[in-house]
């Protein structure tokens, strides 16, 4: 991994209730192929290693093994400090939406002094408006037609925008901010 890409040891890729394993399985393959290496599944079901394991293939294997499963969304997200939920959809309760290539730039001086995760939801109906609640930044793909993308799809695009974003030098300092733990601890 070159040194500019350093700040992707700080994001993780977090799919939340997915259907298919198949599609976990080639997302975390796209994640590694540009160098993110942390997986967290929040999940209510059995997921199915080896069919997450047959998409994902023996490159990003390591990943599939050493993801972390939990039951429920809030306990997967309270380590982060910076959280980036993704939809489709527009309108009505939903933050600023920010395009890929936008929220990667923003990210980037972001992931140098803290944890930043990347939530995907489940293939069928995305991120509803309480999850997306615990998002700091909205992000959407813009497409022509049919909003919904295939999960490999759209975690490629983002990963991708992100490394991008990493190759160009920035001076901008970002404090570390309050995990989502010491926000919900504040809140209560």
């Known amino acids: 991994m070159q040194n500019s890409t350093r700040f992707l040891d700080h994001v993780t890729i977090i799919q939340h209730l997915p259907r298919f394993p198949e599609n976990l399985g080639a997302a975390v393959r796209e994640a590694s192929n540009i160098g993110i290496s942390r997986l967290k599944l929040d999940s209510t079901e059995d997921c ?14 390591d990943l599939v ?4 499963v939990h039951s429920d969304l809030g306990t997967a997200l309270k380590p982060f400090h910076y959280i980036v939920g993704t939809t489709a959809r527009t309108g009505g309760q939903r933050q600023e939406l920010n395009t890929p290539r936008e929220m990667a730039k923003k990210l980037v001086p972001i992931c140098t002094n803290n944890r930043v995760a990347l939530l995907f939801g489940p293939e069928d109906r995305g ?13 959407t793909i813009p497409t022509s037609g049919f909003s919904s993308l295939n999960l490999a799809q759209a975690v ?22 309050a995990t989502r733990r010491e926000l919900d601890g504040m809140y209560e």
């Not at 997450?52 to 490159?59: E, G, Q, S």
């Open 127 to 139: 991120l509803t408006n309480v999850q997306l609640r615990y998002c700091h930044a909205v992000v």
């Open 65 to 68: 093994e050493n993801m972390e």
């Open 48 to 61: 199915d290693l080896n069919r997450i394991l047959k998409m994902a293939t023996h490159a990003a294997a």
């Open 156 to 177: 490629m695009i983002l990963c991708y925008e992100l490394m991008m974003a990493g190759n160009k030098p920035t001076d901008q300092f970002v404090p570390r901010l």
